[in-house]
């Protein structure tokens, strides 16, 4: 099992659900015509802060959301402050626009569905 699990703890999962819908959000609204495969989430602590249910997403996203709960769960600080208010960009360069852009556009759907219960707080 890679040692990068065992920095998950209770702040971490909940962001890493928030990253995780966001981008499912996203996925679907957006990338209708995309081909959609199983995210593959092999570890079992990771499957269960995501919810316990399979994600669904086109190939890009799917490479979004791995490259996110990489970076979140080497994040060195702790408290791992709120990655909008962060000095550190540890997302590789085309990845911060992309996770910023579905942000907005998952925030505002959100918002316009009437779920403010989910914006517990935004990451970008
Ligand atoms: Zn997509």
Known sequence: MPKIFERLDGKKAKDLKVLAD?????????????????????DIRLRHCLGDKDLVLCRDCGKLLSHGIAKLLICPYDPKPMCKKCETHCYAPGYREKIRKIMRFSGLYLIKHGRLDLMVHYLF
């Open 22 to 42: 966001f981008i499912s959000i996203f996925c679907r609204e957006n990338h209708r015509a995309e081909v959609k495969d199983t995210f593959p989430i092999k």
